[in-house]
């Protein structure tokens, strides 16, 4: 008799790991997800006796049959390292030629070089083309992650994964980024075993690697929500945290905590808790400008989640609150000696506007990520001291009135405006495709508290404002942004909302 036992409808891989398949085809995607090789759906006859002893020597998935290798299947560990890139007759009529031209010519038998080709087309496309711009933030870390002579396993595969996804996305060429995604499996495996080793676990290029897969994540994700990102920053905390300062000597140790700081400054300020990297943030002998803006934002997170448990506590006598309208005062004229500093520190104008056009031009793309960052912060401060303000009682001594009228007309409503205008003026010049989507994505933090700001004091301009916001996502890719804006409503935002009622 012939008969086609099993109901399942999934590939064959999936039912003998007995998972549940997407069914996607020609390859499912959990195929691809975990680096495993798809077998595919085509199932063939099986004879069966139809007696009791028949039916038990037949073997489970005996009707699978092998399909047909092709290039678009996934490669396996080998190939990946391995396999020449996509000819043009591999990639078929409808996909775009890949550039440059060096890709698109015969297959490349050196495998160093078939590498080199495809981190270079990624650093094209995600960090600034000028070298007068230099590395900034994100390129730091990534030059240094990529000239490392020796990269363990996990720190190769991830590069691998970053970049052939990116160029694929860019070029619409899925080859690639299925071979992108099989290396992103191989590379969470070789990354797992590297952090069940404390050795390994402390190292440099472990750390590189979740971030390099952080960064993965966050483009390449099915959905525009944040949450699994922020769930990976958190790991990456907890890996430094492990680590101590003394790991951040090396310049690929220097480079990735700086950046990983700029996260967790960022998560400090949005849920107004204490970073819990604030004390090696406060040991750290910070190199630059940026790295002492970083640490000036770690205390400002701190400082919000003191206003918070005073808020919520029974002392809410006259001195309490001017001692923190002290402490906020204190902070804001450090900051402005920051900037000062910074002006002096500068071969040329920081800043400038070109005729009547209201965009804001910068001297580089890194003074203008950094201004960004500065206005953010000062804007979250100025926010807080006017609502602090607004709660003083009326009847208050001379001295302690003087003092807060004082304060109110330097952070009032004008002011706030004044900051978040100066951010969004000078998206569009961090948005040009010449430096970069690591630039755009830099704007996400700051856009997002200028335009809080600009919503809740009714700019004449929030159309337009929302506008060049929106179009990290539609023109930059970054599906993600559109979460963010959605997420206004947290952190520091949620006690604005409460006072203005």
Known sequence: MVGIPGKSKGCHTCRRRKIRCDLQKPDCARCIQSGRE?????????FLNRTVKGWEKRERLEEVQPRKKSSSSPQSVGNIKNEPSPSTSQRGSQSPPIQPSAVSQPPIENPDLRKYIFQNLFLESYLPKSPKAGSGLAGAWLFEAIRLNRRNTSLEYSLHALCLTRVGRILGHQDL????????????????????????AAKDETLATCLIL???????STS???????EHNNGIERLVQFRGHRQNDTPLGKALFKNICYASMIKSLQYRKTSRLKNLVDKAEWWDMQGLLFAKGHSLGALLEDLD???????????ASAAY???CYAMDLDFASWYNNLAEESPSPILWRSGDEPQIQF???NLALVMLDYWALRLILTTTIDLICGQVP???PSSVADFVAQLKAVHGSERQVELATNIMDSMPFCMKDEHGVSSSQKCLFSGRVALFALRRHSSEKLSDYEKTFSDLQSKKGLRFAQDIDKKEMTGWTPHIGKERR
């Open 38 to 46: 798809c077998e595919g759906y085509v199932r063939g006859a099986v």
């Open 177 to 200: 980024i299925k071979r992108g995604t099989a290396a992103y499996g191989f590379a969470l495996r070789a990354l797992h075993r590297a952090l069940e080793n404390s050795k390994l």
């Open 214 to 220: 952080s960064i993965y994540e966050l483009y390449e």
């Open 224 to 230: 525009n929500s944040t949450s699994a990102h922020e």
């Open 309 to 319: 448990k005073y808020k919520n506590s029974t002392d809410h006598s006259l001195s």
């Open 325 to 327: 309208l002290k402490r």
């Open 363 to 365: 001297a580089n793309i």
């Open 394 to 396: 009326k009847e208050v």
